[in-house]
């Protein structure tokens, strides 16, 4: 019914940027809040951001605050994290996530859809 294909990930200098997108299949997308996790080798799956259904509201990781910016294209049926002033730290597999029904943005166990992860590593 849903599905989540990331796409965008890949190598970057810290101090860089990235652009990671996320295309849904299965309608109508504006049912659903939109939200990225990431995974870091040996570390537990962490929010990063989220978006209401219209994207009117956004809520943030305080680990990503001022760098990074949720956005979604409902026409086109698909979320984005802009990732500015990359730090090593940042580096993980980045997950999209969706849900239809939601009281809080950042708790992962409300989130029923999830993408297969794009890799973001950024280099020293």
């Known amino acids: 019914q849903v599905q989540l294909v990331e796409s965008g990930g890949g190598l970057v200098q810290a101090g860089g940027s990235l652009r990671l997108s996320c295309a849904a299949s299965?309608?109508?997308?504006?049912?659903?809040?939109m939200a990225w996790f990431r995974q870091a080798p040996g570390k537990e799956r962490e929010f990063v951001a989220g978006?209401?259904?219209?994207?009117?509201?956004?809520y943030y990781a305080d680990s990503v605050k001022g760098r990074f910016t949720i956005s979604r294209d409902n026409a086109k049926s698909t979320v984005y994290l802009q990732m500015d002033s990359l730090k090593p730290e940042d580096t993980a597999v980045y997950y999209c996530?969706?849900?239809?029904?939601?009281?809080?943005?950042?708790?992962?166990?409300?989130?029923?859809?999830w993408g297969q992860g794009t890799q973001v590593t950024v280099s020293s």
């Open positions: 996530a969706g849900t239809s029904s939601y009281s809080d943005l950042s708790i992962i166990s409300q989130y029923d859809y």
């Open positions: 299965g309608r109508p997308f504006i049912n659903y809040a």
């Open positions: 978006a209401s259904r219209r994207g009117w509201t956004t």
